[in-house]
């Protein structure tokens, strides 16, 4: 089935039953007041704006690992242009809607530093089912932010209200990325068991054939496994770690070489090939970067 697309956030305000909205590439949303969802109880939607939002009281299946949320007051999701999203609402309940909705057209932003900057914001691509739950002083902050934007676009538009606005975004931005760091800090038991389900993926990955067959594993193709987006991934491994999820892929690589060199005869070439390298250049290449040794002075340590 074809995702359901909305171009605009004109057509976003029809299909919800709201009024015309204020600004043509902006718009706040008091989610309570929304009557009905003209499409169907589970789908796949498309935006061509972005769309921050912070919700309660949200019947819907989400997944955050197999723990309980203790910051269940408000969950908030954001979700970029031209990014699929999945809701499947829970049969049998009430449709009942609070919260916030922030629309924000790409056009909105043309010709500022935050047009380039948005991209930069890891929690755009994290999917559905690691949204961020927030505390109730962190959702008041959020609340407060959203409707500051709002006043000031209803109010009289002048040479100010863009600048104004943007950096009310870029507030509520800076915001969203301080309490996702403070979810994963508070999540530990989580990440720790993410951590640990990494290396046992990555040890088994690295003492079996299919790293011959496929060569170096890909930071998506461990996501994947772990069934968490990249940029998810990457941000956990990195406050609990120090390390990135590519990093964490290049330490248990060079772990491997070093074995394979300190305890086997194979030669450098046959090593760089049952590492997954074509070109055993590309492997010296990168455990000289790693190590500040070549692989056959790393050898020559153990004589």
Not at 197 to 211: K, P, Q, S, V, W
Not at 246 to 261: G, R, T
Request: charged share 20%; no cysteine; proline share 4%.
């Amino acid at each position: 089935m074809q995702p359901y697309r909305i171009k605009s956030i004109n057509e976003y305000h029809q299909l919800m039953g709201l009024p015309k909205p204020e600004h043509p590439l902006i718009s706040v949303i008091n989610l309570a007041i929304l009557q009905h969802m003209p499409v169907e109880v589970s789908a796949s939607m498309v935006f061509d704006f972005y769309s921050i939002s912070m919700k309660r009281d949200f019947h819907a299946k989400m997944k955050y690992g197999q723990q309980k949320y203790d910051f269940d007051e408000g969950i908030m999701f954001f979700i970029s242009p031209g990014q699929v999203f999945g809701i499947e609402v829970e049969k049998g309940s009430t449709v009942k809607r609070s919260g916030w909705l922030l629309l924000i057209h790409p056009d909105f932003l043309w010709n500022s530093a935050l047009a380039k900057t948005m991209k930069q914001y890891d929690f755009f691509d994290y999917s559905v089912n690691e949204a961020l739950f927030l505390s109730e002083k962190e959702e008041t902050t959020i609340i407060g932010m959203m409707e500051n934007i709002q006043h000031e676009y209803e109010s009289r538009i002048d040479k100010f209200s863009q600048d104004i606005i943007i950096a009310q975004i870029e507030l509520l931005l800076k915001h969203a990325q301080r309490f996702y760091n403070r979810q994963f800090i508070t999540r530990q038991i989580v990440h720790h068991q993410m951590l640990e389900r990494l290396e046992d993926l990555l040890t088994a990955y690295f003492n079996g054939r299919e790293i011959i067959q496929k060569g170096l594993p890909t930071v998506a193709h461990i996501a994947q496994s772990l069934n968490v987006s990249p940029g998810y991934l990457s941000g956990s491994l990195k406050v609990l770690t120090g390390l990135n999820t590519q990093q964490h892929i290049h330490q248990k690589l060079i772990d491997k070489a070093k074995e394979k060199l300190s305890t086997t005869n194979l030669s450098v070439s046959e090593i760089a090939y049952e590492l997954g390298f074509e070109h055993p250049q590309s492997f010296s290449k990168l455990f000289k970067t790693k190590t500040n040794f070549s692989p056959l002075e790393f050898r020559q340590s153990f004589n």
